[in-house]
Structure formats: C-alpha cells, structure tokens
C-alpha cells in the first residue's frame, strides 16, 4: 500500500493482493492528494476533480439539513479525516438551512475554544460564514412559537460572538473540487 515511483514497483507490490486498487497520476501531487482519500472517496471523483491542494484533514466540517425553507432543521459537526460526530442537534421545528449551518460554526467554534485546538472549521455556507464574521444572523425568518427554540439558540450564539474571541479560522470547504462536505447528511 502505497505510492510508487514506478509501474514495476507497482507490480511486484500487487501481483500477490488480491483486489489491489491501483492507479496512474501524472505528479506525484495528484497521488499524494488521491493516496490522502478512502478508494471510495477518490472512486467517485472525476479524475478532473482531484485537487492538489486537498482539504486540511486536522479540522471539522458542519452542516445543515432542513425539510423545508422553513422546514424541520437540524445540524451537526464532525471531525473531517474520520467522520466521527463531534455534536449533533436538532430537529428543530420551522427553521432554515442557513441558521442550521450559522449555528453549526457557532457551536464548532465554542468547542474548538473550549478544547484550547488549533484546528480549523469547514463550512459550505457562504451565507453562514457572512454571518459568523458580522456577529450576526441575517435571517427574514419571523419568530413564532413553532420556532421560539431556534430564536433562542440564534440569541445564544450572537451572545457567544460577542463575548468571545476565537483564533479559529474558517474555511469555504470547496465542494466542486472536494466532493460533499463530510458533515453533509447524505439527502440531496
């Protein structure tokens, strides 16, 4: 398991294994970024899609799923290399996508402070990003008792912002270069 210099290399590695996987690159980049993926992960990439500049696998990654706009909502943060949930919360009754996801940094960068970690957090949501960097949530969503839980949260998080600094730094996960965001829950 490995990568190899050359297809010889390659050979006498393999010939003996059954179900080897094995592949060509043209830079050892290219194969390094493809090797720092499951062969699953990489299988479902079109090969014009691997980056060489792959996502920075010490972080987390949030997201948001929601029924509807609004719609039952919920989020969740988990470690970007294994997958592993770090939190998850939710359902939240008639709420949107965006306050999944700006409740999601908010929540991962609480935790990323409170664990004194350097890592940094992934986001798809240009919008939640916006939103934690102005302190914040620029919803049109209008509070009712449905929601009054997710209002409350929303409070909690601006209160968190602007009573807490963070050296966390939060990134755009580039999901047409990288595939879904690994905190994506899966139903498009």
């Not at 929540?107 to 402070?113: D, Q, R, S």
């Amino acid at each position: 398991m490995g990568i190899f210099n050359t297809w010889d290399e390659c050979k006498l590695q393999t010939k003996n294994y059954k179900g080897a996987k094995y592949k060509s690159f043209a830079t050892l980049k290219e194969a390094e970024a493809a090797y720092s993926m499951s062969y699953y992960e990489f299988k479902n990439i079109e090969p014009k899609k691997i980056d060489v500049n792959p996502p920075n696998y010490n972080s987390i990654s949030v997201d948001a799923a929601s029924s509807g706009n609004p719609g039952k909502m919920e989020y969740q943060g988990v470690d970007t290399k294994s997958k592993n949930i770090l939190f998850k919360r939710g359902p939240y009754k008639e709420a949107t996508n965006n306050i999944g996801e700006f409740l999601g940094l908010v929540h991962g960068l609480a935790l990323l402070k409170k664990l004194k970690s350097n890592q940094i957090i992934y986001s798809d949501s240009v919008t939640a990003i916006s939103w934690v960097k102005k302190k914040k949530c620029k919803t049109k969503l209008v509070p009712n008792k449905n929601n009054k839980e997710v209002f409350v949260l929303i409070q909690r998080a601006i209160n968190w912002l602007n009573t807490n600094s963070y050296n966390t730094k939060i990134v755009k996960w580039e999901t047409k270069k990288w595939g879904e965001i690994p905190a994506d829950f899966g139903r498009k």
